[in-house]
Nanobody
Framework: QIQLVESGGAVVQAGGSLRLSCAAS????????MGWFRQAPGKEREFIAA????????AYAAFVRGRFTISRDNAKNTVYLQMNSLKPEDTAVYYC???????????????WGQGTQVIVSS
């Protein structure tokens, strides 16, 4: 089993930056595929980015438009989401997920964290 805990969410002004972290406990992280998703109030959950076990394959949603970067540090059992040029529409709860394959679909992941709140003020 693997446990995921997101952190780094905060209230930030439009145009600012945040780095979200997803810390994993357990012994499967280094061989796991990871994804980031978000869900805004009144909106459906949407895919942000995914990264395979060694970082060699990365996928981004179109809305990222170069603003977000996913990365991982297997030595620290942590996956990151660097978010720059934040916009009010980025306000959401951000979740990380772990799965056996890379996917843009929430239902293809096996486990997920509790989420961390990001609020971007205008």
């Amino acid at each position: 089993q693997i446990q995921l805990v997101e952190s780094g969410g905060a209230v930030v002004q439009a145009g600012g930056s945040l780095r979200l972290s997803c810390a994993a406990s357990g012994r499967t992280f280094s061989s796991s595929n990871m994804g980031w998703f978000r869900q805004a109030p009144g909106k459906e959950r949407e895919f942000i980015a995914a990264i395979n076990w060694n970082g060699g394959h990365i996928a981004y949603a179109a809305f990222v438009r170069g603003r977000f970067t996913i990365s991982r540090d297997n030595a620290k059992n942590t996956v990151y989401l660097q978010m720059n040029s934040l916009k009010p529409e980025d306000t959401a709860v951000y979740y990380c997920a772990v799965g056996r394959v890379m996917s843009t679909k929430w239902e293809q992941y096996d486990d997920w964290g509790q989420g961390t709140q990001v609020i971007v003020s205008s």
